[in-house]
């Protein structure tokens, strides 16, 4: 006989879940289009970029227990996979990148660019590429049982590797500069606010569709398996799962999350270049879910929305001083409040329980 099964469906939980897609949608829509200047809403386009890198990581993280310092290498991926295409497009058919015939290193388009002309090959490349290659490193990395630090350190050196292989070929992928002066964006033009509104909504609707796809995921049978990997990976093998597998899956699919958040960042921000994606944004994005909460759904993405606004506001003000406050930050939250901001609601509403539940004294006779 089993007991009764909490499902998503349930009349409660449900309700609760569309009515906070809801609000979700009516402030990217509706409010943030009216409030917003284009400068300010174009920004608010990048936080979601990089909001969108969160939820992979507050997957794999929060609930599967790897500390990720590598999703630079996923979101820089995607990000080049788009920004080769709309070079392409603008240099139109047979002709090569501005930037190319600028330094003049070659002679005809590489091989290797050629695809990218296409739509239909560059935009699931920019998904399905960043999702190969972490396909192939956790599969080594897992089935050997490497994690924990180890695991964070092995990441973290991927993304510095391929940023300096992208320093060092100019030539093909521009180098320190990187990928820059896109014009247009599948026939729109990018310097029209109009469009540029455009690009914001689809990143918007992107992002609403990845909080989906994460809450289907961490409240699905997988999402349990995955929490009783990160706290008992022995008995979950002893019960006849392969953890390797199950950590592979959330690896894998916070890699796609951050290479169509660095495909949809390309024509949001304008460029691509190895300083957005080596060890420091990718340490920054792990700030962001940590300071939001990297156990609870929208945690990381308000965390990462947070810790991308005071970067650009305070950066303003103390340009020298930012990564202190930014690494102070992170040292606070870590050691007085693990959890991240979203654990002070929890924090209050067991406070207010606690306050509710206390036992009548007894009244004399």
């Avoid at 699931?124 to 960043?130: F, Q």
């Avoid at 909080?211 to 093998?237: I, K, Q, T």
């Avoid at 953890?243 to 921000?269: E, H, I, R, S």
């Avoid at 190895?274 to 965390?303: N, Q």
Wanted: glycine share 12%.
């Amino acid at each position: 006989m089993t007991g009764p099964k909490t499902s998503l469906l349930a009349p409660g939980r449900w309700t609760r879940t569309v009515a906070g897609f809801a609000v979700g949608a009516v402030l990217l829509f509706a409010v943030a289009p009216v409030a917003l200047s284009d400068f300010r809403l174009s920004l608010l386009a990048k936080y979601l970029c990089l909001a969108m890198v969160a939820i992979g990581i507050g997957l794999a993280w929060g609930r599967g227990g790897l500390l990720t310092l590598g999703q630079g290498v996923f979101f820089g991926l995607g990000g080049y996979a788009m920004a080769m295409h709309l070079k392409l497009a603008d240099a139109g058919p047979g002709n090569m990148p501005d930037f190319m015939e600028l330094y003049g290193q070659l002679d005809a388009l590489p091989w290797w660019w050629r695809p990218f002309a296409s739509p239909y090959f560059a935009l699931p490349a920019a998904v399905l590429l960043p999702m190969a290659v972490a396909y192939l490193l956790g599969s080594l990395v897992f089935r050997r049982r490497v994690r924990g630090a180890y695991f964070a350190i092995l990441s973290q050196a991927l993304a510095a590797a391929l940023a300096i292989f992208l320093i060092g070929q100019q030539g093909t992928t521009g180098g320190t500069n990187g990928l820059t002066d896109f014009q247009g964006f599948f026939g729109y033009a990018l310097d029209d606010p109009v469009n540029q509104r455009m690009v914001y909504f689809i990143i918007a609707g992107a992002l609403l569709l990845l909080l989906a796809l994460a809450r289907h995921l961490m409240h699905s049978r997988y999402g349990e398996l995955l929490v009783a990997v990160r706290d008992a990976e022995e008995r979950v093998r002893f019960l006849g799962y392969d953890p390797a597998n199950v950590k592979l899956v959330a690896y894998v699919t916070a890699a796609g999350m951050a290479g169509l958040a660095g495909a949809l960042f390309v024509p949001a921000v304008g460029i691509i270049n190895p300083a957005l994606i080596g060890i420091v944004p990718s340490i920054e994005f792990v700030i962001g879910v940590a300071v939001g909460g990297r156990a609870t759904l929208l945690g990381p993405v308000l965390g990462a929305v947070a810790v991308a606004w005071a970067r650009t506001s305070l950066s303003e003000q103390f340009p020298a001083a930012w990564t202190y406050l930014q690494g102070l930050l992170f040292v606070l939250v870590v050691a007085f409040l693990p959890g991240g901001l979203a654990s002070l609601v929890r924090r209050v509403r067991a406070r207010r329980r606690a306050s509710q539940t206390v036992p009548a004294q007894e009244v004399p006779a």
